[in-house]
């Protein structure tokens, strides 16, 4: 691939846009952001990823200025913006409200900004009319927020918080109050209007399909820690723990003792049954528990055995049919359930399995990640 | 028997209790306004051209306009205050605006007459600190009327305030905070603009309630400070010129209702959602 990939993070001559340094928030006994460190570098798309109540919302309005971190330093291009008042960051924020002004027009929420600034006529004009063409929303500029569509409102909140050309712009569920068909257009109209105007986006959100689309990185967040930091595809496929192997998508997860011998593993996962073989870069001591995680994807589901590294026998349990794919519930004999999923690549005129069938599932000795919690 | 029906027949007591005791009275009152032998707005004439009704007319619209605009810059600044504040201490703050009202008006307004008489409560601090030599009289003036209306309808302004002020989102300040705006321009361009229905529903209130009282000015302006208020009485139960009572309560009427009807136009106008 002669196109280079846009890859900051792996650059150690690269300088972060911002770093926390340590942050820790707590709102009286309530520790909401615990000793974090994290570098955001310029033009990513980062998506803070969590369940409600992780932090994730605390760490945004850090970025934004209405908090401030209890302990440690945030800076933003090298410099502490810990006293700086939200007004004179080069920061903006789009609500998940939207907050626009209902008591002004769409022209003059997206000229709201740049009139702060006291910037003369002719550039306040032109830079709305260049914003309300990016967004599509010149037929509505003279329209009041409340006379508008959901989806066009989101589109007025990222044109106003766009207008000033921040060098970072925090999105707080931006998408979430959006219908899911209009969602999808509108994640890649975001990718496409970050690109286009190069701006660095911090999102936040609990929809972790979002955050995959969206997002050149991805951190996992929970009770105030940072999980995992990492490219959407190394997230899926090489989770660093259970939590976010569970957390993002579908999995199974086969706890059991390990048995190492170099990059193989041979996992003992039920008594009178054939130890689980993977293979693995990280080291497990003998009879250490680990967690062997597959994606429902991975594994193969065919009524005659099949040959391969791991071979197991079941009866279907319960059969998802979600259109495109079929999830299916195969409960082993040790009373594991186990999700295997199927493409419908053909058109159904006769289900290959039905409940109660005996089927046999199975997947190969690269399908699963081993994680040692 | 038709929903509508049923909905005539579910109003119909209160309608007739309006009509028999509200309606019929301020009709005939009316009426009598305009059966003067020498023309039907002879009693008008005369009301607009004595001088000293006219100048009823105007102190009583000086002390509700003055009323008015202290109980907004007043009122606001408190619902403000009180908008901002924690739950549990809101809670508080709001009783203590609200106290006042549980008292009646007259009990009210004879504090004041404790508080400003001569040996009053403020001549005998005032004479104290030394601050004067000899008591002022404070009472039975302009001044008195309206510390004393401003006092009785503040409360009124804060509870019309604090419900604006706090359905404002605060998403709404932060958004301005974060595209520039100082603290002071978010107030002027954000929250102002957005309480100008409260101001305007609580100003109306207060213009109505502090031109139409009666027993404030009785008690703290005195026959030397007439209000409209004090001057019908004065004509219905101490000169029993009906008529004339009649033509003031006519006059009081016009006003209060033009007022109304302009602020509530002005409000649909102003409202920021609309158009």
């Known amino acids: 691939m002669p196109q280079t990939v846009f890859a900051p993070w792996d650059d150690p001559a690269e300088k972060p846009l911002i770093q926390f340094k340590g942050v820790t928030k707590r709102f009286g006994d309530f520790t909401a952001i615990d000793n974090i460190d994290l570098d955001i570098y310029a033009r990513e798309f980062f998506a803070l990823l969590g369940p409600s109540g992780c932090g994730k919302t605390t760490l945004m309005r850090m970025l934004a200025g209405f908090e401030t971190p209890t302990e440690g330093k945030i800076l933003l291009s090298g410099q502490d913006i810990g006293p700086v008042p939200p007004n004179q960051r080069a920061v903006n924020m789009m609500f998940q409200s939207y907050a626009l002004f209902p008591h002004l027009t769409i022209w003059d929420n997206i000229a709201f900004g740049l009139r702060r600034e006291g910037r003369d006529k002719a550039a306040i004009e032109a830079r709305v009319e260049e914003m309300l063409k990016l967004t599509r929303l010149a037929k509505f500029a003279k329209r009041k927020p409340h006379q508008i569509s959901g989806g066009q409102r989101q589109r007025v909140a990222l044109a106003r918080s766009l207008a000033k050309a921040p060098k970072l712009l925090l999105l707080d569920e931006p998408l979430g109050a959006l219908d899911r068909k209009l969602r999808e257009e509108t994640q890649f109209e975001l990718m496409d209007i970050q690109e286009k105007t190069g701006t660095t986006f911090v999102i936040v959100t609990h929809d972790q399909e979002e955050a995959m689309t969206v997002a050149s990185r991805v951190a996992v967040m929970d009770e105030g820690k940072l999980m995992q930091v990492s490219t959407p595809d190394a997230i899926y496929e090489a989770p660093s723990s259970v939590y976010v192997a569970d957390f993002i998508g579908d999995v199974n997860i086969i706890e059991g003792k390990a048995h190492q011998t170099g990059t193989k593993l041979q996992i003992d996962w039920a008594e009178g049954q054939p130890a689980l073989s993977a293979t693995t870069t990280k080291n497990f001591d003998l009879g250490q528990t680990c967690y062997m995680a597959i994606r429902p994807e991975k594994i193969a589901i065919s009524a005659d055995r099949p040959s391969g590294a791991n071979v197991l026998q079941g009866e279907i349990l319960d059969i998802a049919y979600l259109g495109n794919i079929s999830t299916y519930h195969v409960k082993l004999p040790t009373g594991h359930v186990i999700k295997a999923q199927q493409a419908n690549t053909r058109r159904i005129s006769r289900r290959e399995f039905t409940w109660e069938d005996k089927v046999w599932i199975s997947w190969t000795d690269t399908a699963a990640v081993v994680l040692a919690q | ?275």
């Open chain 2, 1 to 275: 028997m038709t929903p509508r029906l049923r909905a005539w027949a579910l109003s119909a007591p209160a309608l007739f209790l309006v009509a028999l005791f509200l309606g019929l009275p301020v009709l005939s009152t009316l009426a009598t306004t305009f059966g003067d032998p020498k023309g039907p707005f002879a009693q008008y004439a005369a009301f607009f051209d004595s001088r000293f009704r006219m100048t009823v007319l105007w102190r009583t619209m000086e002390v509700a306009v003055i009323t008015t605009t202290i109980s907004v810059i007043v009122g606001f600044m408190t619902a403000w205050v009180v908008a901002k504040s924690p739950a549990r201490i809101k809670s508080l703050l709001i009783i203590a605006a609200v106290f006042p009202l549980l008292t009646g008006v007259v009990v009210r307004s004879f504090a004041w007459l404790i508080i400003l008489g001569k040996n009053g409560i403020l001549n005998d601090t005032l004479l104290w600190l030394g601050l004067i030599s000899e008591p002022l009289s404070m009472l039975y003036t302009q001044f008195s009327v309206t510390i004393a209306m401003v006092y009785l309808f503040v409360p009124l302004m804060i509870l019309t305030l604090v419900g604006v002020l706090e359905a404002i989102p605060q998403d709404l300040t932060e958004a301005a905070a974060s595209l520039g705006a100082t603290p002071a321009a978010a107030f002027r361009q954000v929250v102002l603009p957005m309480a100008v229905p409260g101001l305007i529903v609580g100003s109306v209130l207060v213009f109505t309630g502090s031109f139409t009282s009666y027993a404030t000015p009785q008690l703290l302006g005195g026959e030397r400070q007439m209000m409209m208020g004090t001057f019908l009485y004065q004509r219905a139960m101490v000169t029993f010129d009906w008529v004339g009572a009649s033509t003031i309560a006519a006059v009081m009427v016009v006003v209060t209702l033009t007022t109304v009807l302009v602020m509530s136009k002005l409000a649909r106008r102003l409202n920021p959602v609309a158009g």
